[in-house]
Protein backbone atom coordinates (compact mmCIF):
# COMPACT_ATOMS: atom_id res chain seq x y z
CA UNK A 1 0.00 0.00 0.00
CA UNK A 2 1.67 3.65 -0.70
CA UNK A 3 1.78 6.37 1.71
CA UNK A 4 -1.25 7.79 0.10
CA UNK A 5 -3.61 4.66 -0.11
CA UNK A 6 -2.67 4.59 3.96
CA UNK A 7 -3.22 7.76 4.86
CA UNK A 8 -6.23 7.81 3.42
CA UNK A 9 -7.18 4.17 5.21
CA UNK A 10 -6.38 5.94 8.24
CA UNK A 11 -8.69 8.55 7.57
CA UNK A 12 -11.40 5.99 6.89
CA UNK A 13 -10.94 4.64 10.01
CA UNK A 14 -10.69 8.07 12.04
CA UNK A 15 -13.91 8.51 10.73
CA UNK A 16 -15.81 5.05 11.35
CA UNK A 17 -13.94 5.49 15.01
CA UNK A 18 -15.92 9.02 15.33
CA UNK A 19 -19.07 7.75 13.57
CA UNK A 20 -18.92 5.37 16.32
CA UNK A 21 -18.55 7.23 18.71
CA UNK A 22 -21.43 9.74 17.91
CA UNK A 23 -23.95 6.17 17.01
CA UNK A 24 -23.48 4.86 20.58
CA UNK A 25 -24.08 8.43 22.39
CA UNK A 26 -27.31 8.72 20.20
CA UNK A 27 -28.56 4.94 21.23
CA UNK A 28 -27.56 6.26 24.43
CA UNK A 29 -29.95 9.53 24.16
CA UNK A 30 -33.12 8.01 22.78
CA UNK A 31 -32.77 4.45 24.40
CA UNK A 32 -31.11 4.52 28.05
CA UNK A 33 -31.90 1.30 28.36
CA UNK A 34 -30.45 -0.65 26.19
CA UNK A 35 -27.32 -0.19 27.74
CA UNK A 36 -27.43 -2.84 30.08
CA UNK A 37 -27.50 -5.32 27.53
CA UNK A 38 -24.04 -4.79 26.77
CA UNK A 39 -22.59 -3.25 29.88
CA UNK A 40 -24.55 -4.69 32.53
CA UNK A 41 -25.53 -1.18 33.84
CA UNK A 42 -28.63 -0.75 34.62
CA UNK A 43 -30.54 2.44 34.51
CA UNK A 44 -33.94 1.58 37.14
CA UNK A 45 -34.88 5.03 38.05
CA UNK A 46 -36.03 8.27 36.80
CA UNK A 47 -32.63 9.40 37.72
CA UNK A 48 -30.42 6.62 36.50
CA UNK A 49 -32.17 7.26 32.75
CA UNK A 50 -31.26 10.73 32.73
CA UNK A 51 -27.82 10.11 34.10
CA UNK A 52 -26.95 7.60 31.28
CA UNK A 53 -28.59 9.80 28.74
CA UNK A 54 -26.56 13.17 29.85
CA UNK A 55 -23.53 11.60 31.69
CA UNK A 56 -23.14 8.79 28.49
CA UNK A 57 -24.92 9.64 25.72
CA UNK A 58 -24.65 13.47 25.44
CA UNK A 59 -20.88 12.91 26.20
CA UNK A 60 -20.38 10.18 23.59
CA UNK A 61 -21.93 12.86 21.29
CA UNK A 62 -19.48 15.93 21.99
CA UNK A 63 -16.63 13.94 21.94
CA UNK A 64 -17.63 12.37 18.33
CA UNK A 65 -18.43 15.74 17.17
CA UNK A 66 -15.80 17.81 17.98
CA UNK A 67 -12.96 16.36 15.91
CA UNK A 68 -15.09 17.38 12.78
CA UNK A 69 -15.36 20.74 14.61
CA UNK A 70 -11.60 21.25 16.17
CA UNK A 71 -9.93 18.79 14.08
CA UNK A 72 -7.17 17.34 15.23
CA UNK A 73 -6.82 18.27 18.94
CA UNK A 74 -10.10 16.95 19.74
CA UNK A 75 -9.18 14.02 17.55
CA UNK A 76 -5.95 13.37 20.11
CA UNK A 77 -8.75 13.95 23.10
CA UNK A 78 -10.93 11.40 21.93
CA UNK A 79 -8.00 8.95 21.44
CA UNK A 80 -6.68 9.83 25.45
CA UNK A 81 -10.52 9.41 26.46
CA UNK A 82 -10.55 5.82 24.56
CA UNK A 83 -7.40 4.84 26.17
CA UNK A 84 -7.76 5.79 29.83
CA UNK A 85 -11.05 3.91 29.72
CA UNK A 86 -9.09 0.71 28.34
CA UNK A 87 -6.09 1.49 31.44
CA UNK A 88 -8.60 1.16 33.84
CA UNK A 89 -10.86 -1.47 32.19
CA UNK A 90 -7.79 -3.97 31.71
CA UNK A 91 -7.10 -4.50 35.46
CA UNK A 92 -10.67 -4.08 36.98
CA UNK A 93 -11.65 -6.62 34.90
CA UNK A 94 -10.14 -9.61 36.69
CA UNK A 95 -10.35 -7.62 40.14
CA UNK A 96 -13.92 -7.24 39.76
CA UNK A 97 -14.58 -10.67 38.32
CA UNK A 98 -16.00 -9.67 34.89
CA UNK A 99 -13.47 -10.67 32.89
CA UNK A 100 -15.73 -13.65 31.45
CA UNK A 101 -17.90 -11.00 30.08
CA UNK A 102 -17.73 -11.08 25.81
CA UNK A 103 -18.62 -7.15 25.93
CA UNK A 104 -15.58 -6.56 28.42
CA UNK A 105 -13.21 -7.90 25.66
CA UNK A 106 -15.18 -6.32 22.69
CA UNK A 107 -14.98 -3.07 24.62
CA UNK A 108 -11.16 -2.92 25.39
CA UNK A 109 -10.67 -4.04 21.79
CA UNK A 110 -12.25 -1.37 20.31
CA UNK A 111 -10.78 0.69 22.85
CA UNK A 112 -7.39 0.12 22.83
CA UNK A 113 -7.79 -0.36 18.58
CA UNK A 114 -9.44 3.60 18.68
CA UNK A 115 -6.10 5.12 21.31
CA UNK A 116 -4.19 3.59 18.63
CA UNK A 117 -5.39 4.74 15.46
CA UNK A 118 -6.69 8.52 16.77
CA UNK A 119 -3.13 8.97 18.65
CA UNK A 120 -1.05 8.04 15.74
CA UNK A 121 -0.97 9.71 12.50
CA UNK A 122 0.35 12.71 11.13
CA UNK A 123 3.05 14.30 13.03
CA UNK A 124 3.02 18.49 13.20
CA UNK A 125 4.32 19.63 10.17
CA UNK A 126 7.30 22.21 11.35
CA UNK A 127 6.55 25.80 11.61
CA UNK A 128 7.93 27.79 8.67
CA UNK A 129 8.06 31.07 11.23
CA UNK A 130 11.79 32.08 12.40
Known amino acids: MTQKGLTMFLRLLRYAILAA ?5 VILLVKPESVSGFTGLAPDTARGV ?5 AMGGVFVALGLAPLILRRPAERVLG ?6 AVVRAPFMFADGS ?7 ISLAFEVA ?7 GRSRKPSSRA
Do not use: H, K
Open 21 to 25: TVASG
Open 50 to 54: TEVRA
Open 80 to 85: LVYLAI
Open 99 to 105: EAEQSNW
Open 114 to 120: AAAILLA
